[in-house]
């Protein structure tokens, strides 16, 4: 028996392709090919083996190449992208060639004149990822070339790229002509075939591809795109466009960004669907439809036996995964917009202030919420936050006047169920201001329900229903609520509020070591949040683990100096908190 030892080394791995190559090729095949080999041969080539690269192969559409520094790799692949960026100024948006770039760095297989191997694999998928024009790389190759590389790459976070098991951070860098490669811009579109973009976030949901063979997953797949489609409607903060329109590119090789321009949509989910012995495989892909930039991606794997409880399952993990992802892209966008805010750039920057669960964040989530509510008097969820943002000045105790606090959220809640009484987002904060300040089980029970009802995918309307039902004294229904939005959205900002209602919902059931456990996890994520501690010494008082019940209640009274018992339940929100109150009297908290 012969034994092949197979050749490896590490190695940087440069990998690029056209961006909407199939659209280039169907307007013009032959200039196109023409062009393509023209940029390979007089640009790529050369600056390769100019930066000590090897070029390992040309594929159709791009190119495989090898360097022994990822210093090289990355100095190369500016230069390549500055000289196409030059090469393009000229030439109209569509009949543009735009290289996608990826580098990784790691072990690589060699097989004559061909290189296999996860490291290769990852430039791929990074390459990608990457906006077209532009560069991405991995944080191992970013890792190597901090402080020797004349560009500023920025941080794209944890990645699921696809086919690859583990996610990876990325690093990416724009490049455009006439700007220098750490001045990120986005890439021009042709205004004359392009719509609009509408003034809150847009999305269009593709058909799905159906590769199974199987007429069968064609039904599939069609109905669980309009299922995904009526879910994301149910956020009126999401202009959605209808599924007649999407259904147009069903069956059509397609370029996102054309189809962004075309529907006048930011962004863009595709995806596809394969069947294979009893099992069926959804893979999806949400894309920012501007830069070509994928923000988000899954696979889903699922027995194919109740073929409509399948389609729920994904609707509702697809949604609850895209929804809050794109709220903070929009955050991140409206923070870089410096003039000319409207009501909704407004809003977002509100949005991000009150995530920081903070005196000042709130302060100034109150501020801005009333700068949106000035230019649009309508805003009924701006109305809502504002309400929000008040009642917790007084819970959290950071109210200057609680009676001031407690008369403006009552105000404003009211005027947003006047402004807009059918939005469940909209209406599950009204809810849960009303659970603290108002004090109507009955009426707020009815209201909570009726949230869920109108959008059962939201994160924010299960965890106001969870608060609403603990404030009513209804602990089992309330972790129930809370366990949902935890699983709707598990990377939420807003997680510790619902962290904290679960703990102390569990405190009344005397789950004490699960009410630590939720606890804990708030404090991780956010150790300013009073609350958590307020859970932690009442749920260790409980199980006379009394040392750790006194340092939780120092901490306590560190972030909040005005703590005592009575004062909380003067704030509101504990009329049947008992074990909770009976747990800080032991703690040793002020009466």
């Not at 807003?494 to 456990?517: C, K, N, S, Y």
Request: negative net charge; charged residues 25%; glycine residues 8%.
């Amino acid at each position: 028996m012969t034994d092949h030892r197979v050749e490896r080394r590490l190695a940087a791995i440069l990998a690029a392709d056209v961006a909407g190559y199939s659209r280039l090729t169907g307007l013009d095949e032959e200039g196109t090919h023409v062009r393509l080999r023209e940029c390979l041969r007089g640009l790529a080539d050369p600056k390769i083996s100019e930066h000590r690269g090897k070029v390992v192969k040309h594929t159709g559409d791009g190119m495989l190449a090898e360097f022994g520094s990822v210093v090289d790799a990355v100095r190369c692949a500016i230069e390549v992208q500055r000289g196409m960026a030059e090469r393009n100024a000229t030439v109209p948006q569509l009949k543009r060639i735009e290289f996608r770039i990826g580098i990784h760095v790691g072990d690589i297989i060699v097989d004559e004149n061909d290189i296999f191997g996860d490291g290769v694999n990852i430039a791929a998928r990074l390459e990608g990822i990457a906006e077209p024009g532009g560069i991405c790389i991995s944080d191992d190759a970013q890792r190597q070339i901090r402080g020797k590389v004349d560009a500023v790459f920025e941080d794209m976070g944890s990645q699921n790229l696809k086919n690859i098991a583990e996610p990876m951070r990325a690093w990416r860098l724009r490049i455009n002509a006439g700007h220098p490669a750490s001045a990120p811009t986005e890439p021009p579109v042709d205004s004359a075939q392009a719509l609009a973009l509408p003034d809150k976030p847009s999305i269009a949901v593709l058909p799905f591809e159906n590769m199974s063979g199987d007429p069968e997953q064609e039904y599939f797949a069609d109905g669980m795109v309009e299922e995904i489609i009526t879910a994301l409607s149910r956020f009126k903060w999401l202009f959605v466009i209808a599924r007649n329109s999407s259904f147009t590119f069903k069956g059509r090789a397609v370029d996102i960004k054309e189809v962004g321009r075309r529907l006048g949509v930011r962004y863009v989910l595709e995806g596809s669907v394969r069947k294979a012995a009893g099992k069926v495989r959804i893979t999806g892909q949400l894309i920012d439809a501007v830069t070509g930039t994928h923000i988000w991606a899954d696979r889903f794997e699922r027995d194919l036996t109740d073929i409509f409880a399948l389609q729920d399952e994904v609707t509702v993990a697809v949604v609850s995964a895209i929804q809050p992802k794109l709220l903070q892209i929009e955050i991140g966008l409206s923070a870089r917009r410096p003039e000319n805010l409207t009501a909704y750039d407004f809003y977002l920057r509100a949005m991000q202030q009150h995530y920081l669960m903070t005196a000042d964040g709130l302060a100034e989530a109150i501020r801005l919420a009333h700068r949106a509510l000035e230019l649009d008097p309508r805003f009924g969820f701006v109305a809502a936050l504002a309400g929000l943002a008040h009642m917790q000045n007084i819970l959290w105790g950071h109210a200057v006047d609680p009676q001031f606090d407690r008369k403006e959220a009552v105000r404003l809640l009211r005027l947003a169920l006047s402004i807009d009484d059918g939005d469940a987002e909209t209406l599950a904060w009204v809810s849960l201001t009303s659970a603290y300040m108002v004090g109507d089980c009955e009426s707020e029970i009815e209201l909570a329900d009726r949230v869920v009802a109108l959008n059962p995918n939201s994160y924010r309307a299960w965890t106001a229903r969870g608060s609403v039902y603990r404030v009513a004294g209804l602990p089992d229904e309330a972790v129930r609520s809370f366990e949902r939005a935890i699983r709707l959205s598990p990377l939420d900002p807003r997680l510790p509020i619902t962290f904290v209602g679960m703990g102390m919902a569990f405190i009344e059931l005397r789950r004490f070591d699960e009410a630590i456990a939720a606890a804990n996890k708030c404090r991780r994520q956010n150790a300013s949040y009073s609350l958590a501690y307020r859970c932690l010494a009442s749920a260790f008082a409980h199980l006379g683990r009394d040392a750790e019940a006194r340092e939780a209640a120092a901490l306590l009274l560190q972030l909040d100096p005005a703590f005592t018992i009575s004062a909380m339940i003067a704030r509101g929100g504990y009329p049947n908190a008992q074990l909770l109150i009976e747990g800080l009297r032991r703690a040793g908290l002020p009466e």
